[in-house]
């Protein structure tokens, strides 16, 4: 597909994605740098980071640097700030970094929680708040994009941390939008419906014949892709998208409204000949 960008959208924008080694941070890194960012990446595996990095200066021919950080250590988040604040202050920050499994939640020990909280809630935290602090010292306009999901309005049984992280990393993104808002801070999250990665999918999806559920249950009837994903947050983060704060753009295809509709499932269940008899006038047809 086309990039649907004018080449230079993000030229000179330094941006952090956390994450941004594998999956959806990756596929946003790269779309990032074809658009001109400067672009950062963190992660605890050293070895995945520098791969990506290679591959994607390789491939875009941009400006881009990985450091390991584990987003659970408000203190290594803070000396990684302050490094790439050295370079120059970021424009962008992206809380992507996430961990997340199926489990039955009576079985979860307290490091279980702990381990998923400390990620996609304290991660999203510790990030936000080392780049805000400085943004708003220096009076500097700045935009925050956090990942969520399409359960941190309905949460989802199986995968509670995440869904109690989720959550709460969409209410930081509400009440920052408004708190730091007046001070040219924009805060946004994409809620990603299913798109495959070798992070959730080897995860989440526990036998192969669970992904054409999946998709059948998908009013597209089929996956999102990390270029749709990346293609978003790449106008999320550019300056055209402006006055878009404090929003959560759900991109799912429509999932989770086929899953609250009282009467969507009949799609699935009514045969055609069932469709013909309620229309008026034909025989059977309560009138
Ligand atoms: C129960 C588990 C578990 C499991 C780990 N634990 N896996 N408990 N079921 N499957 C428990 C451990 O016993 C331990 O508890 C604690 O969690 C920490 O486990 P570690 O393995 O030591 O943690 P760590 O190596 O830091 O790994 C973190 C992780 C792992 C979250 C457990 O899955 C990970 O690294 N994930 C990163 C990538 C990822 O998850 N990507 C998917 C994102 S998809 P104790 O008590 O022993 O300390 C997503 C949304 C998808 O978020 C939505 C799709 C539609
Ligand atoms: P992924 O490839 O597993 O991405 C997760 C990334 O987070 C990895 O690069 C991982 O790198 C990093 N990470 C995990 N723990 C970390 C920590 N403590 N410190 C720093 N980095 C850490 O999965 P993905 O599918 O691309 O997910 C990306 C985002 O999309 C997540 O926020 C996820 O919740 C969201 N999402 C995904 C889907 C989907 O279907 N794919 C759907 C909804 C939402 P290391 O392991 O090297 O640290």
Redesign the pocket.
């Known amino acids: 597909m086309p990039c649907m960008f004018q080449p230079d959208l993000l030229l000179n924008k330094r941006i952090l994605i956390t994450?941004g080694g594998?999956?959806l941070g990756k596929a946003a890194a790269r779309r990032f740098l074809e658009l001109g960012a400067e672009v950062y990446i963190c992660g605890?595996r050293e070895e995945v980071l520098s791969a990506t990095k290679q591959e994607l200066a390789e491939r875009t021919g941009g400006r881009i640097h990985a450091r390991r950080c584990d987003v659970r250590d408000a203190a290594a988040v803070e000396e990684m700030i302050g490094v790439i604040w050295a370079d120059g202050p970021l424009d962008v920050l992206m809380n992507n970094?996430?961990?997340?499994?199926?489990?039955r939640t009576e079985?979860?020990?307290?490091?279980?929680f702990?381990?998923?909280i400390g990620?996609?809630l304290m991660g999203s935290l510790h990030a936000t708040l080392a780049c805000g602090r400085r943004w708003l010292a220096a009076k500097r306009p700045a935009v925050v994009l956090n990942v969520t999901?399409?359960?941190t309005n309905t949460g989802s049984a199986y995968?509670v941390p995440?869904a109690v992280a989720?959550a709460g990393v969409q209410a930081l993104t509400r009440s920052l939008a408004v708190e730091w808002g007046d001070r040219c801070i924009r805060m946004n999250a994409i809620a990603?419906?299913?798109?495959p990665?070798e992070?959730?999918f080897s995860?989440?999806l526990p036998r192969p014949e669970l992904e054409q559920a999946a998709k059948d249950r998908n009013p597209l009837g089929r996956f999102g892709t990390p270029e749709e994903f990346a293609n978003l947050a790449a106008f999320l983060v550019s300056d055209g998208s402006g006055y878009i704060n404090g929003e959560v753009v759900t991109m799912d295809g429509g999932e989770w409204l086929q899953g609250a509709g009282e009467f969507s499932v009949l799609g699935r269940q009514l045969t055609n000949d069932e469709w013909e008899r309620m229309k008026p006038g034909k025989p059977g047809k309560n009138s």
């Open positions: 994450g594998t999956g605890r970094a996430a961990g997340n499994f199926l489990a079985d979860l020990s307290l490091g279980a702990q381990s998923v990620i996609v999901t399409t359960y995968v995440s989720k990603p419906g299913p798109i990665t992070g959730a995860r989440l």
